[in-house]
């Protein structure tokens, strides 16, 4: 049974930091690993979809990498700012769940950026 | 384009009432699936429809259903309803739903039971 977790649960920077955030699963059978972003009380914002034969995604800030042999994900946010605090959270499309579009979520990082 | 939308935002129902969730997919995408989130359980998977059709489900009760239109819009139904069935209720779309396509999350019907 696939499960995911994220590290840490919880991150407070100061603006302009460099940061990562992990993710692991345990079974490297994946079809896709997405990233997004859920601001208090509202529904989830897809930052990065990263397919199973890919390495990484770019998108403006953000970096995701994949290594599916070791069942790793990490989101590098490049040069934070207050107005990336929010909840990240990983999911992945598995060999499980056979080609269909149920995700299995992580329990999420809740990020703090200080001004 | 316009986004996944959800209907109503807000609902506070009784134990042992019944209630209908409403999601509208992006235009042309044809896979929605559901998922409930709560503080203790996090995010998990209730179903998914494709073309009218439940292709996967979760491990939830039968109290828990759904169906999906053939303009691809989905509701999903919880009947008698319990004090641990408030959470926030989100849907998502994809165009096909497999493993190449990116899910997009609708805001979310927040649901309270007392």
């Known amino acids: 049974k696939q499960e995911v977790t994220q590290i840490p649960a919880a991150l407070s920077v100061p603006e302009g930091e460099n940061l990562v955030l992990n993710c692991s699963f345990t079974d490297s059978a994946i079809y896709n690993l997405q990233w997004f972003r859920q601001d208090p009380g509202k529904g989830l914002t897809s930052l990065l979809l990263i397919q199973s034969s890919q390495r990484e995604q770019t998108s403006g800030r953000l970096n995701a990498s994949l290594d599916k042999s070791s069942g790793r994900s990490t989101l590098y946010i490049a040069a934070s700012q207050p107005g990336d605090s929010a909840t990240y959270l990983c999911a992945v499309n598995d060999h499980g769940s056979s080609n269909t579009g149920k995700l299995i979520f992580g329990q999420g990082t809740t990020l703090q950026v200080k001004p | 384009k316009a986004g996944v939308t959800q209907t109503p935002r807000y609902l506070i129902k009784t134990r042992g009432q019944q209630v209908t969730l409403s999601c509208s997919p992006i235009s042309g995408h044809r896979s929605v699936s559901w998922y409930q989130q709560t503080p203790g359980q996090g995010l998990q998977f209730l179903f998914e429809?494709?073309?009218?059709?439940?292709?996967n489900k979760g491990n939830f009760p039968g109290r828990f259903s759904g169906r999906q239109f053939s303009n691809s819009r989905s509701e999903m139904n919880v009947s008698t309803l319990e004090l641990g069935d408030s959470a926030l209720y989100l849907c998502?779309?994809?165009?096909?739903?497999?493993?190449?396509?990116?899910?997009?999350f609708g805001p979310g019907t927040r649901l309270t039971v007392l």
């Open positions: 998502a779309s994809s165009f096909l739903g497999g493993g190449t396509d990116t899910q997009y």
């Open positions: 429809y494709f073309s009218e059709t439940q292709r």
